[in-house]
């Protein structure tokens, strides 16, 4: 089982920001993707951002303009800036890498534990 450990949750004001960060192991192999994902309660988990390790981003609508997902090759991290916090995006994030098969076969992905947050008004 890959360990994807996240960090950087919590509770915030309305407008104010957080950072998520995931620590992915060090070189891990074939990454296609690695991104963010929110479940509020009583939803389904979907798609905050991601990123592809050419450094093409994907963003939901809702988050456009706010969020901001980068990577470290380095650190073997990928972060969410999240600025304009607003109570509706109050969930728990879950980090998300996408892995590459050889030979045709599907994609593995892999999840976090994820991370609490929480956006008061």
């Not at 988050?63 to 800036?81: P, Y």
Request: charged share 20%.
């Amino acid at each position: 089982q890959v360990q994807l450990v996240e960090s950087g949750g919590g509770l915030v004001q309305a407008g104010g920001s957080l950072r998520l960060s995931c620590t992915i192991p060090k070189n891990f192999p074939m990454i296609r993707t690695m991104g963010w994902y929110s479940q509020a309660p009583g939803k389904q988990r979907e798609l905050v951002a991601t990123i592809s390790t050419r450094d093409t981003t994907n963003y939901a609508d809702s988050v456009k303009g706010r969020f901001a997902i980068s990577r470290d090759s380095a650190k073997n991290m990928v972060s969410l800036q999240m600025n304009s916090l607003k109570p509706e995006d109050t969930a728990v994030y879950y980090c998300n890498v996408v892995q590459r098969q050889l030979f045709g076969k599907k994609d593995l992905v892999h999840w976090g534990q994820g991370t609490q947050v929480t956006v008061t008004s």
